[in-house]
């Protein structure tokens, strides 16, 4: 993990002294709102509905202990004791005094943490697989590339008022969980016939109210050409987006009316200026950053045959069958703790729960874990031979629901509960399809689902690319749900296709009932529901719930 050196802390207290200066200046009536405007969205700060919301960058999602504790302290003493996992692998609390942003800042600083370019038309916080690092199907760590990234994107002068906001995800898995097809630029790890590493390079993928797969437009991009070539990206960006539209503002709008074709083009000439300059990455830098992310000190163990114990304690062998994964290192496991019970809002957990989670980390996991841009928690190096210890002390946190990957581990954004910009709430219809779904035994059966709520067309519950995505829309003043079919942000991802009319929040459970019922009557033994509806088509999954309505 990335450990500040004496500059990089400087910078982070200078940004805190500074913005407790323009609060309180705003607060005494010197700034206009919409002077402050752009000084708050600096330092991650939303005016929502009902209180300010202040977004925590965790960068590529990765966190020690003490900085869970100190997020745990910030949710007690300044929040109603809680925070919440956003789908960019952040941390926010939804209900902060304005005034006491600044002694916020000021506590996150004294661990290495801040809220810097987690708002705003800048670049945003750079992403990777929760599984990074230990993953089994790894081919390079992303972590370094993350935080050679991070270190160049921060305070960036020329990224600092971009058209608008911008998104880096880096894959560094044969799997992609990272879901770079749909981000601004994704990056993942390819080498050459010679053996050489490099980086196949995408642009123009994302969500939001124009949802678009990105486009690969480099398919060998030497490693020491990194920067050099991001930076030529954002430069024709800055050249070329729009900034009388903000709707058509996004660098994905940009490639399609350029085509990805002349995008490239425009990109290599960039790179006659950059390449051999001084961005160039060096061998000497490479090392520098990777230092911080070497394996903590594991132990020469064997894998464990789990099968007495699994047929002892069958809740153990179900929760271990979903919520945890394969490790590069034998005799060690990752977990996943599941932040989707029925009845709490996905994403969130409480300050209690905050410091357990700190002291599982500790004893289980090197002190580390890790966030996941679908809001759950991973502790990444548990020892085979305590899973069953560990899983006993995630019943008692309210960690241990068994259901990563399963249909109610529901990715949603906070909508209209919190947010000032969502047409409908999200966390109400979460949580009426995680009750009608309660049967652990039926959510084992159906499998694999991923169910994706946003409150709005800004997607920040990625409901475009879910198997089943949920929109909410407004219709002259009430809120209803539009639902969207075989969407999918892993490897070739795809976007879903609308349903069709949208649907009142009281039947939103029946409907996903029906369209479960329609993959359970049409499914082959081996396939999940996105393997059934691409096989299938919308058709069928249309008249089944459309047909009581005719």
Aim: proline share 4%.
């Amino acid at each position: 993990m990335y450990v500040y050196d004496e500059y990089d802390q400087r910078i982070i207290e200078d940004r805190v002294k500074q913005f407790r200066d323009q609060t309180r200046r705003y607060l005494a009536g010197e700034l206009s709102e919409e002077e402050f405007r752009p000084l708050r969205l600096q330092n991650g700060l939303y005016i929502q509905r009902f209180a300010p919301m202040l977004r925590v960058a965790v960068p590529y999602g990765q966190l020690n202990a003490t900085q869970v504790r100190t997020l745990a302290k910030i949710a007690r003493d300044y929040d109603k004791g809680y925070a919440h996992i956003s789908t960019r692998q952040n941390v926010q609390y939804n209900w902060p005094a304005l005034e006491d942003i600044p002694d916020i800042l000021a506590e996150l600083a004294t661990v290495q943490m801040h809220a810097i370019q987690t708002s705003g038309n800048c670049l945003r916080n750079t992403t990777t697989d929760q599984f990074a690092g230990v993953a089994a199907d790894e081919i390079i760590d992303p972590r370094p590339w993350c935080e050679i990234v991070r270190q160049w994107t921060t305070f960036h002068p020329e990224f600092a008022y971009l058209p608008r906001k911008f998104k880096i995800a880096i894959n560094g898995s044969q799997e992609d969980r990272a879901a770079i097809e749909v981000h601004d630029i994704g990056l993942e790890p390819v080498r050459n016939a010679a053996g050489e590493l490099g980086f196949r390079v995408l642009v123009g993928g994302g969500l939001g109210r124009t949802p678009v797969v990105g486009s690969f437009i480099n398919e060998f991009l030497p490693w020491q050409d990194l920067i050099s070539y991001l930076d030529a990206i954002l430069r024709v960006y800055n050249r070329y987006g729009r900034r009388d539209n903000k709707y058509k503002a996004r660098i994905k709008i940009l490639v399609k009316a350029l085509t990805p074709e002349v995008f490239a083009e425009k990109v290599e000439a960039e790179m006659v200026h950059l390449r051999g300059g001084d961005t160039t990455l060096t061998e000497a830098e490479v090392q520098r950053v990777s230092r911080h992310f070497v394996d903590p000190e594991y132990l020469a163990l064997e894998n464990i045959d789990y099968a007495a114990q699994d047929a002892e304690t069958p809740g153990f062998a179900r929760w271990r069958s979903r919520n945890t994964r394969a490790h590069k290192r034998p005799g060690y496991v990752a977990v996943t703790l599941s932040l989707k019970p029925t009845g709490v809002a996905p994403g969130d957990l409480t300050d209690k729960q905050l410091d357990a989670v700190a002291d599982l980390a500790e004893r289980y996991s090197f002190g580390f874990l890790r966030t996941s841009h679908e809001q759950n928690i991973i502790l990444a190096d548990v020892e085979q031979r305590q899973l069953h210890a560990l899983w006993m002390e995630l019943r008692e946190s309210g960690f241990a629901t068994p259901n990563i990957g399963l249909l109610t581990d529901i990715i949603c954004c906070p909508g209209g509960d919190y947010c000032s910009l969502a047409n409908a709430k999200s966390i109400p219809i979460a949580e009426s399809i995680q009750r009608r779904f309660d049967d652990l035994d039926y959510l084992f059966d159906i499998g694999e689902i991923d169910l994706n709520i946003s409150g709005c067309m800004n997607a920040c519950g990625h409901h475009h690319v879910g198997h089943i995505g949920i929109l909410g829309v407004d219709k002259k003043g009430e809120e209803f749900y539009q639902v969207s079919l075989g969407g999918n942000a892993a490897r070739g991802a795809s976007l879903g296709k609308i349903l069709g009319p949208s649907f009142a929040q009281d039947a939103m459970a029946d409907v996903i009932e029906k369209l479960i019922a329609v993959y359970v009557e049409q499914r082959t033994e081996e396939e999940r529901f996105i393997d059934t509806y691409q096989r299938i088509g919308i058709d069928p999954f249309k008249e089944r719930v459309y047909a009581a309505n005719h």
